[in-house]
């Protein structure tokens, strides 16, 4: 199974400025077709998971353009220019790139 | 406006059995596929099963493998999960997904004497 791995596991920002989650792969998540399913969720407090970034770096729609979504092979980062108040919530990197897909612990952003 | 809706959820003994249901809305329901992810009390997302557009490929975490079955009707929009010999560590709200664009509110499954 691929394992994924968040770090930090919570991080503390302040309003206005930016935040930088990792998340490493036990193996490379470039499928056969070329593509590398590597994708970041939002969940906030009480709510579902919501889709931010897919295949590394495309936002879905009606992202805020703050978010950002980067890495190739087995690392990768997602960030948030300037943290703003509904940002609060925990983020997961997950792999659809192999069966069974994958999940990172996931990271909490809070606001200091 | 894509509308996922899981039902089924409740509380169940040990050993039990539950079928929760997606009812699926705003998309062509036929032309995805669908998943189940789970998530404990206070716990991070669990992956449970993937079933292809037409049905024909399913997928399932090894810890549901052989207890879980996913199966869907696309004359129903509908996308189920037979749960059977359920365990305390099942206990979670179970997310229906178009993975992974939409998801629904989850349902609560509570496995416990």
């Known amino acids: 199974d691929i394992v994924m791995t968040q770090t930090p596991l919570s991080s503390p920002v302040t309003l206005g400025q930016p935040a930088s989650i990792s998340c490493r792969s036990s193996?490379?998540?470039?499928?056969?077709?070329?593509?590398?399913?590597l994708t970041w969720l939002q969940q906030r407090p009480g709510q579902p998971p919501r889709l931010l970034i897919y295949?590394?770096?495309n936002r879905f729609s009606g992202v805020p353009d703050r978010f950002s979504g980067s890495g190739a092979g087995t690392d990768f980062t997602l960030k948030i220019s300037r943290v703003e108040a509904e940002d609060v919530g925990v983020y997961y990197c997950?792999?659809?790139?192999?069966?069974?897909?994958?999940f990172g612990q996931g990271t909490k952003v809070e606001i200091k | 406006e894509v509308q996922l809706l899981e039902s089924g959820g409740g509380l169940v003994q040990p050993g039990g059995s539950l079928r929760l249901s997606c009812a699926a809305s705003g998309f062509t329901f036929s032309s995805y596929a669908m998943s189940w992810v789970r998530q404990a009390p206070g716990k991070g997302l669990e992956w449970v099963s993937t079933?292809?557009?037409?049905?024909?490929?399913?997928y399932y975490a090894d810890s549901v493998k052989g207890r879980f079955t996913i199966s869907r009707d696309n004359s129903k929009n509908t996308l189920y999960l037979q749960m059977n010999s359920l365990r305390a560590e099942d206990t979670a709200v179970y997310y229906c997904?178009?993975?992974?664009?939409?998801w629904g509110q989850g349902t609560l499954v509570t496995v416990s004497s």
């Open positions: 997950t792999q659809a790139t192999q069966f069974p897909w994958t």
């Open positions: 193996q490379s998540l470039v499928h056969s077709d070329g593509n590398t399913y």
């Open positions: 295949k590394i770096s």
């Open positions: 079933i292809s557009d037409s049905g024909d490929n399913t």
């Open positions: 997904a178009v993975p992974w664009d939409f």
